[in-house]
């Protein structure tokens, strides 16, 4: 079956332009995920979602970022007055379902690259 | 705060050799824990996991190895491969909520 998509795969931004990044999740996945990796960095976790409710925003960085996942599937991050910090990779994930003492394995989409200029 | 860690930013190998990769934690809630490997422009690719209540967990080639005591885990790869060459990431995870923490990441390089 299909993975994890991601697109833009590359997206490149003017600074103080918005961008929205989309992820489709592995069908039937009731939990995504957004991280962020910056270069040379390991990936850090930005929010989560089961099916459409934000469960955890901890990790956006500031209130420009904002993510939704209106209908349980796609997702959206988007990123308002982009700033050159923002560049990194963005990484969506998906799980078949969490539940307490039970750990399903989180696939990986390829990312979108952000460059802010 | 890095809550994962990888000390080793690169490990070169020989084809057919052992590979041996190591990471270290500081969160003593985490109590899954788990390896990705990355190849350029793709997404992290699991590859195997251990729960805190184990100490070694093995699939085929790839064996992890958790000391809970030490607060270190590593994962093992035996007989190395050129295909093993890749950048190798540990992850972890608390029981409430799946969100990862991961290290910086390992290249592995293997040589034929």
């Known amino acids: 079956g299909a993975g994890v998509s991601q697109s833009p795969r590359y997206k490149v931004a003017k600074r103080g332009q918005d961008v929205a990044l989309r992820c489709d999740p592995i069908?039937?996945?009731?939990?995504l995920f957004w991280y962020q990796q910056a270069l040379g960095q390991g990936p850090e976790f930005l929010t989560y979602?089961?099916?459409?409710?934000?469960?955890?925003k901890s990790g956006l960085p500031s209130d420009r970022f904002f993510a939704e996942r209106p209908e349980g599937s796609v997702s959206t991050l988007k990123i308002q007055r982009t700033q050159q910090e923002d560049s990194a990779v963005y990484l969506c994930?998906?799980?078949?379902?969490?539940?307490?003492?039970?750990?399903?394995?989180?696939?990986f989409g390829p990312g979108t690259r952000l460059l802010v200029l | 705060d890095q809550q994962v860690k990888q000390n080793s930013p690169s490990l070169s190998v020989q084809e057919g050799r052992i590979s041996i990769l190591n990471c270290d934690y500081t969160n003593s809630m985490f109590d899954y824990f788990l390896w990705y490997k990355k190849y350029p422009a793709e997404g992290p690719t699991f590859l195997i996991s251990i729960s805190s209540i184990k100490d070694k967990n093995e699939d085929g080639r790839f064996t992890v190895f958790l000391n809970k005591s030490a607060k270190h885990l590593s994962l093992h790869i035996v007989p190395s491969q050129p295909g093993d060459s890749a950048v190798y990431f540990c992850?972890?995870?608390?029981?409430?909520?799946?969100?990862?923490?991961f290290g910086a990441g390992t290249i592995l390089r293997v040589k034929s």
């Open positions: 069908s039937g996945h009731v939990s």
């Open positions: 979602f089961q099916n459409e409710a934000q469960l955890d």
């Open positions: 994930a998906s799980s078949l379902v969490v539940q307490p003492n039970r750990k399903e394995t989180q696939y």
């Open positions: 992850a972890a995870s608390r029981e409430y909520g799946n969100k990862l923490s």
